[in-house]
């Protein structure tokens, strides 16, 4: 099996798109403030795990991206030595 930057990268792209819409569903669903409109069973607690998970998803996008970069420098260094 060949595993390339370029799949790696998609890959952990692909993860944080997961992630981030499931930590944003959740966060969707949570019931709202007291001095709001809605639930008095909310728990501040409760929006922490989500709110983490939103960035360790950009984080990791990050990460890809970089590693993107990187690839394209290498195969630009390659052309440039074999031209």
Sequence with gaps: MNITPTSSAFSLIT???????????????????NNE???????????IKPVL??????????AAVKILQSEQKTIGSLLDIRT
């Design 37 to 47: 409109v809605g639930s008095p069973d909310f728990k501040s607690a409760d929006l």
């Design 15 to 33: 993860g944080a798109q997961n992630k981030a819409s499931e930590a944003a569903g959740k966060i969707a669903t949570l019931p709202l403030q």
């Design 53 to 62: 998970s939103l960035n360790q998803a950009e984080l990791e996008t990050s």
